[in-house]
């Protein structure tokens, strides 16, 4: 800041300095002087003055450049990686209630308006403020009442700045919406383009995304009137007041009020007041704008998330698995109104089964999602071990989870970091050992790279039975306490089921187990089977009870989704039990 004052303070010296050489020129005509010695006493050395100068301003220019350009990037590299750890650590709430390109929007667009703030705009204000503060000084100084008539529009120049500010400050904030959700639009979009196409839905997404960019445009279009309106009548004004200043200079020149020299340093003082006086304008409709996308980057990077994941306490240095929901309601943020779950209870003691059976929406997907925390019950209770869920460290808690989803989520890294992902600290030969018990070693020895081998984005360059399998060998390297399964083997060939099948028992062995049950084989051998409808636990019991009573809720079930004992609870595309509608 200290380098920016002296650099914007020395341009004021170059016009005083051209002021002198003028006024030498002069009077060397005037003494009839020899050209060549006037030249060598009166204007060389103030040329070599004017040229020291400007050499100077050269190199505080590029210094101060520097400074602030490297300022500026150290903090927006500083506030982004801020910003998204905030954002990971946020609930799934909060995920709910915002779309990803939103999210992504305020990380990127927003901070990039931050960084402007700090590179350019604090730079601005600072020249600015030494270049208005200095003119007026300046002009002052060197005739009160030319410097008077300079000034004299001033007023009038700050009235139109703050009716544009506060009309740009209303359309910035539109603006920023808008690009937004345009920028939601395309994310949304791109992440689903085997549905697009599947669909013939590429006409209509290029509509709707151009939808979005053409109210951004028109949004645009507006402020860039406003803009263009309030510059050029600022021009006007400054002609205008241009013409009487030359008028009121040169009356002043011929009556030897002021030196020719001076009246040409009253003028680029007047040139360096207004340019601090534009600048200004400028940076004060920017930051109107500006202020909107900073305001809603702090609001996001000041949220806090309703449980901190390194709140509460790791009570056992060894967790056994003993699972209970104790009258457990809940319902989404969303729908307060509609209760998800009504007082369901479970006990599920370490090394048990419990199988979720179920018509989809009965409640089985909640469940699980309580389980891993995702949400905190409306009512009841969740103990491990006999310690209520919310007294456990967030982290700590899900370490001893292990979830294998209907649609196991890869990321666009090695299959060796996918696997890693729950257990960052495992060597090679532990991921070698899971994915081994995974059964899908074999298919990861025949890809290119092997476990180098980048399956794409959410896993597209596999099949579902090997997305599968590497979640599978993802649960078995983290070692969990405490199981959540969804069985999505009915969707897949007869191979990769098998392959599948064999990998979830050796995954649930000696562990406790949650299970959205999709095959009779499961649900035979469980500890316990909870039927639900309507977030109600109608019936529990063990396959053989439940059975016994022919007009039970599960034997329905059963004889309506049943083709043979070892077929699965529903066949591809008519199944009822599936944790991504449940």
């Not at 002087?33 to 009166?42: G, I, P, S, Y």
């Not at 998204?84 to 990803?100: G, I, K, P, T």
């Not at 979005?212 to 009137?225: A, K, M, P, Q, Y």
């Not at 996001?300 to 509460?312: A, Q, T």
Request: net charge neutral; aromatic share 6%.
């Amino acid at each position: 800041m200290v380098c920016s004052v002296v650099l914007t303070s020395t341009s004021f010296a170059a016009p005083y300095v051209q002021g002198k050489l003028f006024d030498a020129a002069v009077d060397a005509y005037h003494a009839k002087k020899r050209v060549d010695e006037a030249f060598a006493q009166d204007v060389a050395p103030l040329l070599a003055i004017l040229g020291g100068l400007y050499g100077l301003s050269w190199v505080m220019e590029i210094f101060v450049g520097i400074l602030f350009a490297v300022a500026a990037h150290t903090a927006l590299t500083r506030l982004r990686c801020a910003m998204f750890a905030n954002l990971v650590q946020q609930d799934v709430a909060f995920y709910d209630a915002h779309v990803s390109g939103e999210l992504s929007s305020r990380l990127i667009n927003d901070s990039v308006q931050l960084q402007t703030l700090v590179q350019f705009v604090t730079q601005d204000v600072l020249k600015a403020a030494v270049r208005i503060i200095g003119g007026v000084l300046a002009m002052y100084l060197t005739h009160p009442l030319l410097g008077l008539l300079a000034t004299a529009i001033t007023p009038i120049n700050w009235l139109i700045i703050r009716k544009a500010g506060t009309v740009q400050g209303l359309y910035g904030a539109v603006q920023n919406a808008s690009i937004a959700k345009a920028n939601s639009a395309a994310i949304e979009a791109l992440g689903c383009m085997r549905t697009v196409h599947a669909n013939t839905g590429e006409l209509r997404e290029a509509r709707r995304f151009a939808s979005h960019i053409r109210r951004f445009l028109r949004v645009v279009l507006v402020t860039v009137h406003s803009q263009t309106v309030v510059i050029f009548t600022q021009l006007l004004l400054s002609q205008l007041r241009d013409v009487l200043v030359l008028g009121v200079g040169m009356h002043q020149v011929i009556a030897g009020e002021i030196t020719i020299g001076n009246f040409t340093a009253f003028t680029q003082y007047v040139g360096l007041f207004e340019q601090g006086f534009s600048s200004g304008a400028s940076i004060w409709l920017s930051v109107r704008q500006t202020l909107v996308s900073a305001g809603r980057f702090v609001q996001l990077l000041e949220r806090r998330p309703h449980v901190r994941p390194d709140e509460g306490r790791q009570p056992f240095a060894r967790c056994r698995g003993h699972l209970a929901l104790q009258n457990v309601s809940f319902h989404y943020p969303a729908s307060r109104e509609a209760l998800v779950l009504d007082s369901v209870s479970l006990e599920a003691p370490p090394g048990s089964i419990v199988a979720l059976v179920g018509a989809s929406g009965a409640g089985k997907s909640t469940i699980a999602r309580l389980i891993e925390r995702f949400y905190d019950p409306t009512s009841g209770a969740l103990l491990l071990d006999g310690v209520d869920f919310r007294e456990l460290e967030l982290r700590w808690l899900r370490r001893q989870i292990g979830f294998v989803e209907q649609e196991p989520t890869l990321f666009d890294r090695s299959i060796a970091e996918n696997v890693r992902y729950g257990a960052p600290e495992a060597d090679d030969a532990q991921v070698q050992r899971a994915i081994e018990l995974a059964n899908a070693a074999e298919f990861i020895s025949e890809l290119p790279e092997g476990l180098e081998t980048n399956p794409g984005e959410r896993g597209v360059r596999l099949s579902g039975g090997q997305k599968q399998r590497i979640a599978i060998a993802r649960a078995v390297l983290k070692q969990p306490a405490l199981l959540l399964l969804d069985e999505a083997t009915s969707a897949l060939d007869s191979a990769n089921e098998a392959a599948v099948t064999l990998a979830l028992d050796q995954l649930m062995l000696e562990r406790t187990t949650v299970v959205i049950a999709h095959r009779l084989s499961t649900v035979v051998r469980a500890t316990q089977i909870l039927v639900l409808s309507r977030g109600v636990v109608v019936e529990r019991g063990t396959h053989t009870q439940l059975v016994a009573d022919e007009r039970s809720h599960y034997a329905t079930f059963m004889k309506a989704q049943l083709v043979s004992p070892d077929a699965p609870m529903s066949a591809p595309g008519t199944r009822l039990v599936s944790l991504a509608a449940a």
